[in-house]
T-cell receptor
Framework: SAVISQKPSRDICQRGTSLTIQCQVD?????MFWYRQQPGQSLTLIAT?????????ESGFVIDKFPISRPNLTFSTLTVSNMSPEDSSIYLC???????????FGSGTRLTVV | GDSVTQMEGPVTLSEEAFLTINCTYT??????LFWYVQYPGEGLQLLLK?????DKGSNKGFEATYRKETTSFHLEKGSVQVSDSAVYFC????????????FGRGTSLIVHP
């Protein structure tokens, strides 16, 4: 299975600022996925990031708020822009576990907006 | 659309107790079913899976059987340990060109010595 390094692991940010979260995978993958996990809630898919093209966003998420970069097959970033307390969540990146019908996740970024 | 319903937590047990976490699903077609585990401070890890009806997934003493007739995939373990304390997520994937899973809300398990 792929190994994902995600950072930062946690941050406390002021409202109105932006935070960029990074995920590095130890192997080349076609698609990377970004999720939000709100307290007591399930994981919600934000967007799917393919290398060399714009990310595909799920309903309720827009590029201006959550810009994503995917410069190569092992790396992606998610930026949470103009943050408000409602953005306080855990953000996770994920890649498909090739041939295993499962997904591997990063350790998550716990974001608190004050 | 596809959905997964899990029993609400937290589930609190003593060490060596029997564990059941209920999971039912709604899906078009024939989904693959998964249990993921999230230990404190970590990301999700695939615990076990089943890809067709009557399959039993198992790992680390945990088991779950794909029951098509009851659309269920309940997670069980005969004797839990303190180290099993975590949040458990049931998920399904229906393929169709994308295997991106649909997750349940997660069930927190707390095991006391």
């Amino acid at each position: 299975s792929a190994v994902i390094s995600q950072k930062p692991s946690r941050d406390i940010c002021q409202r109105g600022t932006s935070l960029t979260i990074q995920c590095q995978v130890d192997s080349q993958v076609t698609m990377m996925f970004w999720y939000r996990q709100q307290p007591g809630q399930s994981l919600t898919l934000i967007a799917t990031a393919n290398q060399g093209s714009e990310a595909t966003y799920e309903s309720g998420f827009v590029i201006d708020k959550f810009p994503i970069s995917r410069p190569n097959l092992t790396f992606s970033t998610l930026t949470v822009s103009n943050m408000s307390p409602e953005d306080s969540s855990i953000y996770l990146c994920s890649v498909e576990d090739q041939g295993n019908y499962g997904y591997t996740f990063g350790s998550g970024t716990r974001l608190t907006v004050v | 659309g596809d959905s997964v319903t899990q029993m609400e937590g937290p589930v609190t047990l003593s060490e060596e107790a029997f564990l059941t976490i209920n999971c039912t699903y709604t899906a078009t077609g024939y989904p693959s079913l998964f249990w993921y585990v999230q230990y404190p401070g970590e990301g999700l890890q695939l615990l076990l899976k089943a890809t067709k009806a009557d399959d039993k997934g198992s790992n680390k003493g945990f088991e779950a059987t794909y029951r098509k007739e009851t659309t269920s995939f309940h997670l069980e373990k005969g004797s839990v340990q303190v180290s099993d304390s975590a949040v458990y997520f049931c998920a399904l994937s229906t393929g169709g060109g994308s295997y991106i899973p649909t997750f349940g809300r997660g069930t927190s398990l707390i095991v006391h010595p």
